[in-house]
C-alpha cells in the first residue's frame, strides 16, 4: 500500500526556517510527480511546488512564498522535501504531500508561524 508520511512542522518565529519531509512507502518516488500543498484555517488547499518525474520544477504562481521555499528531492532516500525559509505568520497552515499519478496524500504537518 502506497504512503506519503510528511514531518517537519512545528512551530517557529518569524523569519525563521523549517525544512518538511515526505517520505514515501511502497513507491519509487522519483518515478512520480510529486508535490507540496498547503492549507490555512478557513481557506481552500494551495499548491505550494511540484516536482516532474523528470525533475522539473514548478512554483505556485504566488508573491508570497516566491523566492523563500525550495522543493528538492532525495532519490535515495526516497524522500522529498520542501525547504522553507523567512517564514511568516501567513504561512501557518497544514502542509500535505501528494503523489499527482496515484492520487495519494499524506496526513499533512502543520506550520506555525508566531512570535
Known amino acids: 500500500q502506497v504512503r506519503l508520511v510528511e514531518s517537519g512542522g512545528g512551530l517557529v518565529q518569524p523569519g525563521g526556517s523549517l525544512r518538511l519531509s515526505c517520505t514515501a512507502s511502497?513507491?519509487?518516488?522519483?518515478?512520480?510527480?510529486m508535490g507540496w500543498y498547503r492549507q490555512a484555517p478557513g481557506k481552500q488547499r494551495e499548491l505550494v511546488a511540484s516536482?516532474?518525474?523528470?525533475?522539473?520544477?514548478?512554483?505556485a504562481d504566488s508573491n508570497s512564498m516566491k523566492g523563500r521555499f525550495t522543493i528538492f528531492r532525495n532519490n535515495t532516500a526516497n524522500t522529498l522535501y520542501l525547504q522553507m525559509d523567512s517564514l511568516r505568520p501567513e504561512d501557518t497552515a497544514v502542509y500535505y504531500c501528494t503523489n499527482f499519478n496515484l492520487n495519494v496524500w499524506g496526513q499533512g504537518t502543520q506550520v506555525t508561524v508566531s512570535s
Open positions: 511502497a513507491i519509487n518516488l522519483s518515478s512520480y510527480g
Open positions: 516536482v516532474s518525474a523528470s525533475g522539473r520544477i514548478h512554483y
